[in-house]
């Protein structure tokens, strides 16, 4: 039996209101909930669609925000911990 593993590329990146979606080479969607990065979520439409392909397609990065995002992290990881407040 053949155990092939996937590959975790993204062909690109969409922010909405709600979430944070990468569409894999694949063909297989990746979302987060947009609260998953505080940086994203504060941002602007604008800013939120302005990203560059890290990686080959295995991340992201939002240069006016200062945000990177992996497709790896988006599976497996755990959301942005916020900034602590005084």
């Given at each position: 039996m053949?155990?092939?593993?996937a590959?975790l590329?993204a ?5 909405s209101?709600d979430?944070?979606?990468a569409h894999?080479v694949?063909?297989r969607?990746v979302?987060?909930?947009l ?5 994203l ?5 604008a800013?939120?669609?302005h ?10 990065h939002?240069?006016?925000v200062d945000e990177?995002?992996?497709v790896e992290?988006?599976l497996?990881?755990?959301?942005a911990?916020?900034p602590a407040?005084?």
């Amino acid at each position: 039996m053949s155990t092939a593993v996937a590959e975790l590329r993204a062909a690109r990146v969409e922010v909405s209101d709600d979430f944070i979606t990468a569409h894999l080479v694949d063909g297989r969607l990746v979302s987060v909930p947009l609260w998953w990065s505080w940086r994203l979520e504060a941002a602007t439409q604008a800013e939120r669609e302005h990203w560059e392909m890290i990686g080959d397609g295995f991340g992201f990065h939002w240069p006016d925000v200062d945000e990177d995002l992996s497709v790896e992290g988006m599976l497996f990881g755990t959301p942005a911990p916020r900034p602590a407040r005084n």
